[in-house]
Structures are given as C-alpha cells and as structure tokens.
C-alpha cells in the first residue's frame, strides 16, 4: 500500500486549501482514513479522519475543515478553510484497517507529506 499526498504550498491566512491522498494498493474501500500534521518543533497531531462512515475532526480545525474519500477513485481529500498561521505545517494522510482512531496513528501506512505554510 502506498499514498501520495499533494495539494500543499504557501498560503495567505484567510485562504482555503484542498489536500488530496491517493492511495494505491489492494486495500481502501471500508478502512478507516485519515490526516494528521507535524508542526514545526511539535509533535504529530490528528485533524480528521472517516472510520466507518463517521467523520470526525480535531477541534482546532473543526467547522473549517472537511474531510471526504472518494472510494472508486481511492483518494482522500482533506479541505480546509479560513487558513491561519497555526496551521502551518506537513500534512500527513494515512489509513488502516481499523475502527479505532488510536490504532489509526499507529498505522504503518503513510503518506510523504504536504508541505502547507500559511503567512499572517
């Protein structure tokens, strides 16, 4: 299994973005999805993610992001509105067959990275 993510780049603050993960291999279609981000100096954390048909987001992002998964065409999206700075970061989409967002941080399953930098 392998992901590519894309869509990353130097954004305005107040600016929207769409990030997009393909994912290729045997396995999509049912396994949980989803994004995380490494801050400069921080540790990775979680933004959103779709286990089981159920979206959730972390709260700093929620009612400004979007998540979707695009199942015949195996990709992730992760949109995000309203940009700020604190959202600068290396967007990091992942997936596992799982039901548990913990297991989902732990998986062995990931993506490169998308750079997003957002000036003030």
């Known amino acids: 299994v392998q992901l590519q993510a894309s869509g990353g780049g130097l954004v305005r603050a107040g600016d929207s973005l769409t990030l997009s993960c393909a994912v290729s291999g045997r396995i999509f279609s049912g396994y949980a999805v989803g994004w995380f981000r490494r801050a400069p100096g921080k540790e990775r954390e979680f933004v959103a993610s779709?286990?089981?048909?159920?979206?959730n987001y972390a709260d700093s992002v929620r009612g400004r992001c979007t998540v979707s998964r695009n199942n015949s065409e195996n990709t992730v999206l992760l949109q995000i509105n309203g940009l700020k700075p604190e959202d600068t970061a290396v967007y990091y989409c992942?997936?596992?067959?799982?039901?548990?967002?913990?297991?989902?941080?732990?998986?062995?399953?990931w993506g490169q990275g998308t750079l997003v930098t957002v000036s003030s």
């Open positions: 779709i286990i089981r048909g159920s979206k």
């Open positions: 992942t997936v596992a067959q799982t039901a548990s967002l913990a297991v989902l941080s732990r998986s062995r399953y």
